[in-house]
């Protein structure tokens, strides 16, 4: 339950599951018409049906702030258990509105609407053995596509030695400072700071990542993580994310603040 899986995060791919989703539950309603749907004319059938499917992309839509409350809850990991968290309530609530559609929409007025019990065994329970495998599907391609792709963004910072490096996304490094023959990265983990020694030069980083903004003659920063300037004896520093303070050299202050300034307007 605690092993991670696969997760996208992008808004955009979710809204594509959930317009797959309606599309895919007024196919199967209309053409497995259970109940007394092929007593419907078509004209109704066109007028009813999509709007199981619309209940269920807007239940799938209304469930997105849950799940990325759940992804940052634990650290922007997504796990098994969050997956299941997920599915079940989302199974559920769709399955009481869709009841409260079929009551107050389709057989508004009428007597002896089918019982709850009755639609579940008769539709509920075997449309969601056929559409949940295509919501865990989709989910499940599209957090392995969304992995992949950051995977291949990923840079990797060479030690001089056979088994040095370190392999992350480049926002994910907040400085690096020099140490003798070593370097010391400061880098996000999830939301935890964390800080690896290795053994390369300064210099050669910094040609390597232009992206690193030398800041002075031991330092190289990430002007993403910029929080704030901070003065103190005539000498100016910047304050990046985790409170990490950098002296900024009087030879780059002005490339420094042109870059920091022109990256937060």
Known sequence: MKRLYPFDPLLKHHVVISLLLGIWIFVFLYF???????ELPNNEKLI????????????????????????H???????????????????????IISRCYYLFVVVANEPNPYSLGYMLTTIFFPALATILPIILIGRFGFGKYYEKRLEDQKVEIKGEGNYEGLRLQLNEIISIQSSDNYIEVFYLSGTNLKKTL????????????????????SYLINPFHFQQWK??????????N?????PISKTYQKDIKMTINSATN
Do not use: M
């Not at 497995?32 to 092929?38: F, G, I, K, Y």
């Not at 997920?86 to 559920?92: A, H, K, M, N, R």
């Not at 053994?199 to 030398?214: D, M, Q, T």
């Open 32 to 38: 497995t018409e259970p109940l007394d749907v092929n």
């Open 48 to 71: 009813f049906l999509p709007g199981y499917g619309l209940v269920a992309a807007f239940c799938y839509l209304l469930f997105l702030p849950f799940q990325y409350y759940l992804y």
């Open 198 to 217: 290795i053994r390369n030069k300064l210099s050669v980083i910094a040609n390597e990542f232009p992206e690193l903004l030398r800041a002075h003659r």
């Open 73 to 95: 809850r634990f650290e922007k990991q997504w796990k098994v258990i969050s997956e299941l968290a997920f599915i079940i309530t989302f199974s559920v609530v769709t399955i």
């Open 242 to 246: 985790h409170q990490i303070e950098v």
């Open 231 to 240: 003065t103190e004896n005539g000498k100016l520093f910047v304050i990046l």
